[in-house]
């Protein structure tokens, strides 16, 4: 039976009110409740089984859980299935089956020697059908000030060529933060070569151009008086698509900071103005983190490494949706979770990758040993009705956490490196970072940067 463009039952019910109500308002009313209660409601009478089975439905559960841009990637990637009747149930029941990634090391063009020297707390992102790399640390504590551009387009690529940026660039940098905002990158702060934290916000913009194929602009941006102090190592991410919120970070005397700060983009992207958030519980300060927008009004915040040097395994939700801001701690405890041991790390990356989930990925711990390991956050098991300013449930202690399995290429164990996931959420790019160098381990810091490019490949079958 097909369910994709009507809802035609049979109007005669009798019994609860519910029954009664139109299909185009009850439609409404399943799409605001979690997939668990659609479940169960599948169940209670023949009406809502055919409801809840509808195609319908379920493709506008996809693109409400997954993300419209999301599931269009998903389409366009698998274009043999467009011919038929495509099930959403069957691709949101297959996304959340999923268990396990696959490791796979990019290459560049034969003989090819321009491409990105190795280095770690650079930026990394995907932009407009683009990765966009800019600065870092190297050999030396040197920083370097360099922009790379490699078109990836809507398929999956093993050889990438990339190209640099010679003009209009910031100064050189490390642990700065760079976010995509639309179609833009938007960097603040870091770290130079001479100890000097930075506060300068600059706006990038990758330009398809027929002629001249793709070109990269950097500009910075007027943000008047008012400014966060400087820092580095902070952590940042964009909420509600136009603003920025960055968190703590290394200050001035190496001084560990636990400020929130929030920066609005006016509509020509020429300005920008930057207000702190001071709520009364926050997060303790930190640097080494990350700040993952988990949906348009919620970010996630993880690890990192404190004031006494401690490395952390915190989880705290800023939630922007009630028209105010106010910091929330998930508390869970590490024993009750399979291998949680190991997950308090610093220098790590967190994506939101399909399926609403946060993927965990390296880092290192309070030894300076150094992660390889792939860890899920599932953001569906944290509830979103807070009584007060902490979480904590069995609920939330028993399903929020998962190691996932790794096939495939087997990466070097790394921490400060930096990744992006493109428009699907089902691969991510992971570029350079810290890594242990096997030639050296007789010296005190056992250290070289890495210079590999490797995708991770979310196994999905569709």
């Given at each position: 039976m097909e369910e994709a463009t009507s809802f035609s039952v049979n109007q005669n019910y009798s019994g609860s009110p519910i029954t009664n109500i139109?299909?185009?308002?009850?439609?409404?009313?399943?799409?605001?409740?979690?997939?668990?209660?659609?479940?169960?409601?599948?169940?209670?009478?023949k009406r809502f089984k055919v409801l809840t089975s509808s195609n319908t439905l379920w493709k506008s559960l996809c693109k409400r859980d997954f993300g419209s841009t999301c599931v269009d990637s998903l389409l366009k990637s698998n274009h043999h299935n467009q011919q038929h009747q495509f099930s959403w149930m069957k691709l949101y029941k297959k996304v959340y089956q999923m268990d396990s990634?696959?490791?796979?090391?990019?290459?560049?063009?034969?003989?090819?020697?321009?491409?990105?020297?190795?280095?770690?707390?650079?930026?990394?992102?995907?932009?407009?059908?683009?990765?966009?790399?800019?600065?870092?640390?190297?050999?030396?504590g040197r920083h370097l000030?360099?922009?790379?551009?490699?078109?990836?387009?809507?398929?999956?690529?093993?050889?990438?060529?990339?190209?640099?940026?010679?003009?209009?660039?910031?100064?050189?940098?490390?642990?700065?933060t760079c976010v995509e905002m639309g179609d833009l990158l938007v960097l603040f702060g870091g770290i130079n070569d001479h100890g000097n934290r930075q506060n300068d916000t600059w706006v990038g913009k990758v330009t398809h151009n027929e002629n001249k194929g793709i070109t990269f602009s950097w500009k910075m941006l007027d943000v008047g008086n008012v400014a966060p102090p400087p820092r580095g190592a902070h952590a940042a991410c964009c909420i509600d698509d136009k603003r920025m919120v960055i968190h703590g970070g290394i200050g001035l005397?190496?001084?560990?900071?636990?400020?929130?700060?929030?920066?609005?983009?006016?509509?020509?992207?020429?300005?920008?103005?930057?207000?702190?958030?001071v709520i009364q519980q926050s997060p303790p300060p930190?640097?080494?983190?990350?700040?993952?927008?988990?949906?348009?009004?919620?970010?996630?915040?993880?690890?990192?490494?404190g004031s006494g040097y401690e490395v952390l395994h915190d989880v705290w939700l800023l939630d922007t949706c009630q028209g105010y801001m106010r910091w929330i701690q998930v508390l869970y405890d590490l024993q009750n979770i399979p291998d949680g041991v190991s997950l308090p790390r610093v220098g790590h990356t967190a994506t939101m990758v399909l399926g609403?989930?946060?993927?965990?990925?390296?880092?290192?711990?309070?030894?300076?040993?150094?992660?390889?390991?792939?860890?899920?956050?599932d953001i569906s098991s944290i509830p979103f009705t807070f009584p007060s300013t902490t979480v904590n449930s069995k609920r939330v202690l028993t399903r929020m956490?998962?190691?996932?399995?790794?096939?495939?290429?087997?990466?070097?164990?790394?921490s400060f490196h930096r990744a992006c996931v493109d428009p699907s959420g089902r691969y991510l790019y992971v570029f350079g970072g810290m890594v242990d160098d096997?030639?050296?381990?007789?010296?005190?810091?056992?250290?070289?940067?890495?210079?590999?490019?490797?995708?991770?490949?979310?196994?999905?079958q569709i």
């Amino acid at each position: 039976m097909e369910e994709a463009t009507s809802f035609s039952v049979n109007q005669n019910y009798s019994g609860s009110p519910i029954t009664n109500i139109a299909e185009d308002y009850l439609f409404t009313i399943i799409l605001l409740l979690p997939i668990d209660a659609i479940l169960s409601l599948s169940k209670t009478c023949k009406r809502f089984k055919v409801l809840t089975s509808s195609n319908t439905l379920w493709k506008s559960l996809c693109k409400r859980d997954f993300g419209s841009t999301c599931v269009d990637s998903l389409l366009k990637s698998n274009h043999h299935n467009q011919q038929h009747q495509f099930s959403w149930m069957k691709l949101y029941k297959k996304v959340y089956q999923m268990d396990s990634l696959c490791c796979h090391k990019l290459s560049y063009p034969h003989g090819d020697l321009d491409f990105p020297t190795a280095r770690a707390s650079h930026s990394l992102n995907f932009v407009s059908d683009c990765l966009v790399l800019f600065g870092g640390g190297c050999d030396g504590g040197r920083h370097l000030d360099d922009t790379w551009v490699a078109y990836i387009g809507n398929d999956f690529q093993r050889i990438l060529k990339w190209q640099t940026v010679h003009s209009g660039i910031p100064s050189g940098r490390f642990g700065h933060t760079c976010v995509e905002m639309g179609d833009l990158l938007v960097l603040f702060g870091g770290i130079n070569d001479h100890g000097n934290r930075q506060n300068d916000t600059w706006v990038g913009k990758v330009t398809h151009n027929e002629n001249k194929g793709i070109t990269f602009s950097w500009k910075m941006l007027d943000v008047g008086n008012v400014a966060p102090p400087p820092r580095g190592a902070h952590a940042a991410c964009c909420i509600d698509d136009k603003r920025m919120v960055i968190h703590g970070g290394i200050g001035l005397h190496g001084l560990r900071l636990g400020d929130t700060w929030i920066l609005e983009l006016s509509d020509s992207h020429c300005f920008g103005t930057w207000h702190e958030i001071v709520i009364q519980q926050s997060p303790p300060p930190r640097s080494g983190h990350t700040l993952t927008c988990i949906a348009r009004n919620r970010t996630i915040l993880f690890g990192g490494r404190g004031s006494g040097y401690e490395v952390l395994h915190d989880v705290w939700l800023l939630d922007t949706c009630q028209g105010y801001m106010r910091w929330i701690q998930v508390l869970y405890d590490l024993q009750n979770i399979p291998d949680g041991v190991s997950l308090p790390r610093v220098g790590h990356t967190a994506t939101m990758v399909l399926g609403g989930r946060l993927l965990i990925y390296g880092g290192e711990d309070s030894s300076r040993h150094r992660k390889n390991d792939f860890w899920i956050l599932d953001i569906s098991s944290i509830p979103f009705t807070f009584p007060s300013t902490t979480v904590n449930s069995k609920r939330v202690l028993t399903r929020m956490w998962k190691r996932w399995k790794s096939n495939g290429y087997e990466p070097e164990s790394r921490s400060f490196h930096r990744a992006c996931v493109d428009p699907s959420g089902r691969y991510l790019y992971v570029f350079g970072g810290m890594v242990d160098d096997l030639l050296q381990l007789v010296e005190p810091s056992g250290l070289k940067f890495d210079k590999k490019l490797f995708l991770v490949e979310l196994l999905l079958q569709i």
